[in-house]
């Protein structure tokens, strides 16, 4: 009997176990999908190989500095709702 296969190419193979290695190392979803998108909108070829070059350390430690502007910045977004509400009620 034939049995119907997937194609999947060596680019989603690449993605998949540079998800995995990062998963490994430490890195949370939302620091990966970062990541991903960063690489992505810069033109690097997002795999293992590329993470072998890179400090895993220093890539932690930038995460943590964005993730916390992007948190100060999404609590000055709720603060000025709020204040914005009080003054349309």
């Known amino acids: 009997m034939l049995q119907l296969i997937p194609i999947t190419s060596s680019e989603e193979e690449e993605e998949v176990s540079a998800y995995d290695y990062l998963k490994k190392e430490g890195f949370d979803e939302e620091d990966i999908k970062i990541i991903k998108e960063h690489f992505d909108k810069e033109g690097i070829r997002y795999c293992i190989k590329t993470f072998k070059g890179i400090s895993l350390q220093e890539m932690k430690e930038d995460l943590k500095i964005y993730r916390g502007k992007s948190g100060q910045c ?16």
């Open 74 to 89: 999404k609590g000055l977004f709720v603060k000025i709702k709020n204040s914005i509400s009080k003054i349309c009620r």
